[in-house]
């Protein structure tokens, strides 16, 4: 069938809006009318490449839409069903069985190669193949094709446009703190970072009963906004060591800390703001080879924790639709970190997202 895509051409490039074909889905998968789809910070990433994927490429990955038409075995959703994307994963590896799908070891393959698992590509610009399957969708575009393993069907009483977000870097920060760190009432944490991720985990953070929440930003802005949705204190990382300034406002550092800027200095910053038996959760992507230098003693001899999370260690299905009902009651509002922008302006959309001028820009189709 015939798509309008947003394609990937170029490193730090505009993508270029374009008419392509899209096949109809095959056995396993789902024909999605895309409403919205929010740009997260890896969609900017890869068109970059700082990870290779292969280009011409229609990247997005937070998409919500409808069942448009579905292939042979999908078994959660059927046509006229309300939807967001999420990350794919492969439902048979030792992970998948484990109910840990985030850690799928082909997470890499379903998500990043661009590409059906067999290798095929579902989209053309007339005789070229362009690359799709992106995160199991390439949601920019006005119809995508995700899978039976990463579809979320979600209730027709909320707003599907705003909902894309959820699909990523929302329950990124808030699974985090919800799902993987699991911070209880009357604890403390730190949040390094409040962008979208960040300032999701701070609202999570409010939910789930914590008492102390710090968030660590260089932008004013950003810190007032981070007040607003449930930081308790906020510390500018421009004023001097953040690490220190937490420990003085705390008097003995927090339980908790994630780190969502992907610095590896920050990374550092965000151990030594732990007190004892603390954990640091690293949700930010450092470039591929980074490493980062930890005091030993410190990190040993306090029991303290230094751990990866990815995609907020969710189960989608359970999650997303939690969040969903979070906001509907008043408790989540994730809104205030959203923009729409008409599919026409993607290109300002993701600069916009660049620059920092928006939170989290969502393109409307
Ligand atoms: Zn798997
Ligand atoms: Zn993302």
């Given at each position: 069938?015939?798509?309008?895509?947003?394609v990937?051409?170029?490193?730090?490039?505009?993508?270029?809006?374009?008419?392509?074909?899209?096949?109809?889905?095959r056995?396993?998968?789902?024909?999605v009318?895309?409403?919205?789809?929010?740009?997260c910070?890896?969609?900017?990433a890869?068109?970059?490449q700082?990870?290779?994927?292969?280009?011409?490429?229609?990247?997005?990955?937070?998409?919500?839409?409808?069942?448009?038409?579905?292939?042979?075995g999908?078994?959660?959703?059927?046509?006229?069903?309300?939807?967001?994307?999420?990350?794919?994963?492969?439902?048979?590896?030792?992970?998948?069985?484990?109910?840990?799908?985030?850690?799928?070891?082909?997470?890499?393959?379903?998500?990043?190669?661009?590409?059906?698992?067999?290798?095929?590509?579902s989209?053309?610009a007339?005789?070229?193949?362009?690359?799709?399957?992106?995160?199991g969708?390439?949601?920019?575009?006005?119809?995508?094709?995700?899978?039976?393993?990463?579809?979320?069907?979600?209730?027709?009483?909320?707003?599907?446009?705003?909902?894309?977000?959820?699909?990523?870097?929302v329950?990124t920060?808030?699974?985090?703190?919800?799902?993987?760190?699991?911070?209880g009432?009357?604890?403390?944490?730190?949040?390094?970072?409040?962008?979208?991720?960040?300032?999701?985990?701070?609202?999570?953070?409010?939910?789930?009963?914590?008492?102390t929440?710090?968030?660590?930003?260089?932008?004013?802005?950003?810190?007032?906004l981070?007040?607003?949705?449930?930081?308790?204190?906020?510390?500018?990382?421009?004023?001097?060591?953040?690490?220190?300034?937490?420990v003085?406002?705390?008097?003995?550092?927090?339980?908790?800390?994630?780190?969502?800027?992907?610095?590896?200095?920050?990374?550092?910053?965000?151990?030594?703001?732990?007190?004892?038996?603390?954990?640091?959760?690293?949700?930010g992507?450092?470039?591929?080879?980074?490493?980062?230098?930890?005091?030993?003693?410190?990190?040993?001899t306090?029991g303290?924790?230094l751990?990866?999370?990815?995609?907020?260690?969710?189960?989608?299905?359970?999650?997303?639709?939690?969040?969903?009902?979070?906001?509907?009651?008043?408790?989540?509002p994730?809104?205030?970190?959203?923009?729409?922008?008409?599919?026409?302006?993607?290109?300002?959309?993701?600069?916009?997202?660049?620059?920092?001028?928006?939170?989290?820009?969502?393109?409307?189709?």
């Amino acid at each position: 069938m015939n798509v309008r895509a947003a394609v990937a051409r170029a490193v730090h490039a505009p993508l270029s809006l374009e008419a392509l074909e899209l096949d109809e889905p095959r056995a396993g998968e789902i024909l999605v009318r895309v409403v919205a789809t929010g740009v997260c910070h890896t969609d900017i990433a890869m068109r970059d490449q700082t990870f290779p994927v292969p280009q011409p490429v229609v990247l997005g990955h937070e998409g919500a839409g409808v069942v448009e038409r579905v292939g042979a075995g999908v078994r959660r959703v059927v046509p006229g069903d309300h939807v967001v994307m999420t990350y794919d994963s492969c439902g048979t590896c030792a992970s998948c069985a484990d109910n840990l799908p985030t850690y799928c070891y082909d997470f890499f393959g379903r998500n990043f190669a661009a590409a059906r698992p067999d290798g095929s590509t579902s989209l053309r610009a007339g005789g070229e193949a362009v690359h799709g399957n992106f995160f199991g969708q390439s949601s920019f575009a006005t119809y995508a094709l995700c899978t039976d393993r990463n579809v979320v069907k979600v209730s027709k009483a909320l707003p599907l446009e705003l909902l894309g977000p959820l699909a990523c870097g929302v329950q990124t920060g808030a699974g985090a703190v919800m799902n993987a760190l699991r911070v209880g009432v009357g604890r403390s944490i730190a949040v390094f970072g409040t962008g979208s991720v960040g300032l999701s985990a701070i609202m999570a953070a409010r939910v789930v009963g914590a008492t102390t929440i710090v968030g660590v930003d260089v932008s004013a802005e950003r810190l007032a906004l981070a007040r607003e949705l449930g930081a308790t204190h906020t510390v500018n990382a421009g004023d001097g060591d953040p690490a220190a300034a937490i420990v003085a406002l705390t008097g003995v550092g927090v339980d908790f800390a994630l780190e969502a800027t992907g610095i590896p200095s920050v990374i550092r910053q965000a151990v030594d703001s732990l007190a004892q038996h603390g954990t640091c959760g690293i949700v930010g992507a450092a470039p591929v080879g980074s490493t980062v230098t930890l005091d030993v003693l410190h990190l040993m001899t306090g029991g303290r924790t230094l751990r990866g999370i990815v995609e907020g260690e969710s189960t989608p299905s359970l999650f997303i639709p939690a969040l969903a009902e979070l906001y509907v009651q008043g408790r989540f509002p994730f809104d205030k970190l959203v923009t729409f922008y008409p599919f026409e302006r993607i290109s300002e959309a993701i600069h916009d997202s660049e620059t920092g001028a928006v939170v989290k820009a969502v393109v409307r189709m």
